[in-house]
């Protein structure tokens, strides 16, 4: 996803345009355990790759995409949660 879907002009742009991104690292390094537990709290879901699109006042979550997309899907995704705030 990092290095094809993200980087897609359509996914980049409407990810520049309209979101902020924030990156919970739950697979390694020192923090790992601790951004489990929120990615948990927050999404209901252990899973690798997550993504969740939480308004930034409220923590509620807008939109949640699991595993892998292409771009079109995913573009599809950032579009639609954005259209939940």
Known sequence: MEGKILPAPAV???LKQHFVEARLHCDLGPNARANKAIQQRLTGSIAL?????????TEEVLGLQEGLAFADDFLAFLQGARAER
Do not use: K, L, S
């Open 49 to 57: 790759p997550i993504y969740a699109v939480v308004d930034p006042a």
């Open 12 to 14: 980049a742009g409407e």
